[in-house]
Each structure stands twice: as structure tokens, then as C-alpha cells.
């Protein structure tokens, strides 16, 4: 079991950046498989980014490719997602998950939602244009 906490969310223009943070307790270290989420009013949560670590791969959706960037750090229990470019359609809840599988897994090369058993509360990201 991790529990999982979001921070660094906020508003920001168009073009901006923000950092987002996932602070982790517990097995963090066990844990092979990490993935950033969103989720917009009225829409499905989508992934946005994976980490697998034992291979040390990374995964983005198409809609994120280039301005996003997922790192984790080990000695500190957190996870990150660099955000660049941001963009209005960005604009969602965003949480970090943890899955306890032994490795990502996904449909149609999009991260598989239902297997992430952990979830943190979420922080919001809000893009003006």
C-alpha cells in the first residue's frame, strides 16, 4: 500500500509551465509501474504520462508529447510531471497513481486506468488562454 499526495497545481496563461509533485508513503520503492492522470469537468480521466522503472521507460499521450515529462525520485519517495507549453485544453484534476502490477500496462497504447490501485486526491491545473 502507498499513499499518494498531489501538489504545485494553480493557474497559469498559455505557454507557461508548471511542476506538479506527488509525494509517496509507504512501499513506494516496490513500486514498478507510476502514472500521471486528468481529469476534465465532463470528460473521462485520461492518462497523461507512465514511468516504468525497472526499465527505466517512459510513456506520454499523443495530446502531451514534448511538454510533458514524468521523473520520479527514488530517494525521496516523490514522482513529478514537468509541464511546458501548457496549453487552455490542459486545463484539468490532475492525480498520480500507482499500480501494482510488475509492469505499465496498456490499451491501444493508453495507460490502463483500471489497473492503478493507488490514487492521490488530485491538484487542479487551470490554463487561460
Known amino acids: 500500500q502507498v499513499n499518494l499526495v498531489e501538489s504545485g497545481g494553480g493557474s497559469v496563461q498559455a505557454g507557461g509551465s508548471l511542476r506538479l509533485s506527488c509525494a509517496a508513503s509507504?512501499?513506494?520503492?516496490?513500486?514498478?509501474?507510476l502514472g500521471w492522470f486528468r481529469q476534465a469537468p465532463g470528460r473521462e480521466r485520461e492518462g497523461v504520462a507512465s514511468v516504468y522503472t525497472r526499465v527505466g521507460s517512459t510513456m506520454y499521450a499523443d495530446s502531451v508529447k514534448g511538454r510533458f515529462f514524468i521523473s520520479r525520485d527514488n530517494d525521496n519517495n516523490a514522482l513529478f510531471l514537468q509541464m511546458d507549453d501548457l496549453k487552455p485544453e490542459d486545463t484539468a484534476m490532475y492525480y498520480c497513481a500507482a499500480s501494482a502490477d510488475a509492469t505499465c500496462v496498456y490499451y491501444n497504447g493508453a495507460l490502463a486506468t483500471d489497473r492503478y490501485s493507488n490514487w492521490g486526491q488530485g491538484t487542479q491545473v487551470t490554463v487561460s488562454s
Open positions: 509507504g512501499y513506494f520503492a516496490s513500486i514498478e509501474c
